[in-house]
């Protein structure tokens, strides 16, 4: 079973990297062909030779064969100079202030020269929180008067208005409401003071930039130093683990290079069976993985909501190791407890970056539910810490939410938003293949979807068209919003239905063309994480900021664009390529029976998940957690092989 899930996970790669040459030529998959066959059957061995790799490397201790190793002089320098110089790296880098440091060191070029990153909903969401203030303080906004297409922010991301309360009400959850105020909040006030809304953003992405280097600066700092598994100087956190390092002296000194714990005396049989910081090597590997990818570089100025939960996720995946790794590593050594207490500040890391995820991305409530219910399977014992740190965040947000809701304080967000698929289905087919819709399909989607505009707006790699969205008067409408009623909507399913029984190869199609490129390797992302930080919205509306030293962010941009483009080369810069590389890690861990880590990781499966039922496809900026975390998710999975084999030892 294990090696079927296995094959299952390389096979939906290879399936989406063979249809992929189809899709982008706007084809079908009735035209799969031999060649298409070839490339699938490639890239299935690809995948699952890389999945058997990384299973026989971690039964065998991750002892890579030294005809592996670069002999070369090159090599030989590298390792020479990382040998002379671990231990100035190693002291560098056993902090989590001086982690932050290099992380603001390393990407201030970015903010200091781009000063932000952004797109239309930042601007949306601005005009969201200047409606609603507008109207509390005495002057009237447009509302349901019917005067135009387009009054309010609820039309550009159309809200049913059936769902519009009678009393004016202009916050939306529609981009999170408590970053619609903070953003909206900011922007407004800025406006408010300088005359634009440039110094406020600029604030906010200095803000979002200084979170970004303390979430990778924590968690890097929890897997390169393991400061949980040593005493500190107070004897408090985690000082129930033996440490990791001594000194020759026997006192506990973090990051200090020493001769391996099997040689060193002063170390106990207990504590050689613990992990050991991370080398030198793996420092710099990890830091440049974050310091050189422009994916992440340009995320942490980018005000899209994706980044700040991203870096987030950073942060909470961070502190899900430091609790998986004390029940783990205290399990090897002897003299060890089962489990060790979870000390009060991780507990509360975990709290907040909970609370930051649920607020910065809705689909966040998915995956923290997830996690609770696989950390009290795995590791019921601390079924307090979840319980604080998971179930009493997810229950105060979403209480929150449903308060403001029934107080008719903020308008929900239209369910239509999770029905991206099955809009792109209805389109495609309304466009492809007409005549096979039943009468009765029509009748019964004819007060919610307008057919004949539905197949001119259907494009295969965006559903936005087909949900309306757009602040143009004259945009097609689809769906039609402004009159369908909550009667009407639970007839959609069965209209859909019918709809895909009568033509399922278009409708496969629809969900093919609209999700493989997360999955194909080779295709070039339809908006990348670039396109934030050089596009018109900068331009037209906030001058300032688009001006800021003439040409250098159009430079910037062509120089990252060229480089994503670049075929081979180029995939590093593509988020697809950093979420198949985590769901192959995935499929190895299943193979090799990996269930605690599993149940820490599975979240990042539900991510995918949301990947594919997105709105677009091949976004770059849902992937942003799986590129963030996947150095970190690589060394948890190596030093999971090295634990593995001390307990068979």
């Known amino acids: ?81 990382l040998a002379r110089h671990e231990p100035a790296i190693v002291h560098a880098t056993d902090r989590t202030w001086k982690l932050v440091a290099v992380f603001i060191i390393g990407w201030l070029w970015c903010y200091v020269t781009l000063l ?27 509302y349901l008067d019917g005067t135009g297409v387009v009054n309010t922010i609820m039309d550009v991301y159309p809200t049913a208005h059936y769902l519009w309360p009678a009393d004016p009400t202009f916050l939306t959850n529609q981009h999170n409401i408590l970053l619609t105020l903070l953003y909206g909040g900011v922007a407004f006030a800025s406006r408010s003071l300088t005359g634009a809304v440039d110094a406020g953003i600029i604030l906010l ?21 393991m400061p949980f598994l040593r005493h500190d100087a107070s004897g408090s956190a985690g000082a129930s683990l033996p440490s990791a390092r001594h000194t020759a002296a026997g006192s506990p000194r ?88 979870v000390p009060a500040r991780t507990v509360v890391a975990l709290a907040v970056s909970t609370l930051v995820m649920l607020a910065s991305a809705k689909y966040a409530l998915y995956i923290v539910a997830l996690q609770l219910v696989l950390a009290l399977l795995a590791d019921r014992r601390r079924w307090r810490t979840w319980a604080v740190a998971l179930l009493i965040p997810l229950i105060a947000f979403q209480g929150m939410l ?64 087909m949900k309306s969205s757009g602040s143009a008067e004259d945009k097609l409408i689809a769906y039609k919003w402004q009159t369908v009623t909550a009667d009407d909507m639970t007839r959609f399913n069965d209209a ?103 149940a820490f990781h599975l979240p990042m499966l539900l991510l995918m998940g949301v990947m594919i039922t997105a709105p677009a496809n091949n976004f770059d900026r849902h992937m942003l957690p799986l590129v963030f975390v996947f150095a970190f998710l690589a060394l948890w999975f190596r030093r999971d092989a090295k634990t593995d084999m001390r307990r068979l030892c």
């Open 1 to 81: 079973m294990r090696w079927i899930l296995a094959a299952l996970a390389c096979l939906w790669l290879a399936l989406c990297t063979a249809v992929g040459p189809i899709y982008r030529a706007d084809g079908s998959i009735a035209d799969f062909s031999w060649g298409n066959a070839a490339i699938g059957i490639v890239a299935f061995a690809a995948y699952l030779g890389l999945v058997v790799g990384l299973a026989r490397l971690s039964r065998g201790g991750w002892n890579i064969p030294k005809v592996v190793r670069s002999k070369g002089a090159a090599g030989g320098k590298l390792r020479g100079f």
């Open 496 to 598: 859909w239905m019918q709809i895909v029984k009568a033509s399922p190869v278009v409708a496969i199609d629809a969900l093919l063309a609209e999700c493989y490129g997360y999955f194909d390797v080779t295709d070039v992302p339809y908006v990348s994480a670039i396109y934030y930080m050089d596009n018109g919205v900068i331009k037209a509306n906030a001058p300032f900021i688009g001006g800021w030293l003439g040409g250098w962010r159009d430079a910037v941009a062509w120089v990252f664009n060229g480089w994503s483009h670049i075929p081979v080369l180029g995939w590093p810069v593509h988020g697809n390529f950093w979420t198949i590389l985590v769901l192959v890690v995935g499929a190895a861990e299943v193979v090799l029976r990996r269930w605690r880590a599993l």
């Open 254 to 341: 973090q990051g200090e290079p020493t001769e391996p714990m099997k040689n060193n005396p002063n170390i106990s049989t207990a504590e050689a069976a613990l992990p050991r910081p991370a080398s030198a090597t793996t420092r710099i590997v990890v830091l440049a993985l974050l310091l050189l990818n422009p994916i992440v570089v340009t995320s942490t100025i980018a005000l899209t909501k994706s980044p700040l939960f991203a870096f987030a996720f950073v942060w909470w995946f961070g502190v899900l190791y430091e609790i998986h790794a004390t029940k783990a590593f205290a399990g090897a050594a002897a003299d060890g407890p089962d489990a060790v207490p």
């Open 116 to 142: 932000s990153a952004f797109g239309a909903d930042l601007f949306s969401q601005i005009r969201e929180f200047t409606s609603f203030w507008e109207q509390a303080h005495g002057n009237p906004q447009t």
């Open 205 to 225: 992405s200095g803000l979002q930039f200084a979170f970004a280097a303390f979430c990778c600066a924590a968690t890097a700092n929890r897997f390169l130093n």
């Open 402 to 465: 449903t308060a403001l809701t029934a107080t008719n304080t903020i308008i929900n967000g239209d369910g239509i938003e999770s029905k991206g698929i099955q809009l792109q289905q209805i389109g495609r087919i309304a466009q492809r293949d007409p005549g096979s819709i039943p009468q009765g399909a029509r009748e019964e989607i004819a007060p919610i979807v307008d057919l004949d505009a539905a197949a001119q707006a259907y494009f295969p790699q965006d559903a936005d068209r």
